[in-house]
């Protein structure tokens, strides 16, 4: 009797191990430094992915006031847009104030495609001078 309810312990450790694996994970972008001037977010996802499909990144940034410089959030189109911090064909997620609070949330659903996130304040300062972008690939999650 014993023996079946330590296997039936191992089978229900290995099942709740495999569903955490296939939950989506909510990351704030920077974590408790969250989403500023002067950190560098491209290391921080180095070393915080791989991201995976249905993972929320939640961008958290003060609104701005006197103590408190512009941030926005930005999708690039493309490489050579994120390397150049060109952005002209970008797309606004969060303005300067949808960062406060509980802060932005973006769920990754592209498949394999590079997303390319920037700072598009002080016309392009914060992203090129200030380190404000990164990229994620969507990684499929284990089912």
């Known amino acids: 009797m014993a023996f079946s309810y330590a296997k039936f312990l191992v089978l229900l ?3 709740a191990s495999m569903l955490a694996a296939s939950q989506a994970a909510t990351v704030v972008v920077g974590g408790s430094e969250h989403w500023r001037y002067g950190f560098n977010y ?3 996802a180095l070393q915080h992915g791989p991201f995976y499909q249905n993972d929320k990144l939640v961008f958290k940034y003060d609104p701005p006031s006197e103590n408190s ?3 926005t959030v930005y999708l690039l189109p493309n490489l050579g847009s994120f390397i150049n911090c060109d952005f002209r064909s970008a797309q606004l997620l969060a303005n300067v104030t949808q960062g406060s609070g509980d802060g932005f949330g973006f769920v990754l659903t592209n498949n ?3 997303l390319y996130f920037a700072c598009g304040e002080e016309d392009g300062k914060n992203c090129k001078e200030g380190l404000m972008k990164f990229f ?3 990684l499929p999650r284990r089912s």
Request: proline share 27%.
């Open 69 to 71: 410089p512009p941030h």
């Open 136 to 138: 994620a690939v969507p």
């Open 42 to 44: 491209t290391d921080w």
């Open 13 to 15: 450790a290995a099942a």
């Open 112 to 114: 394999w495609r590079p």
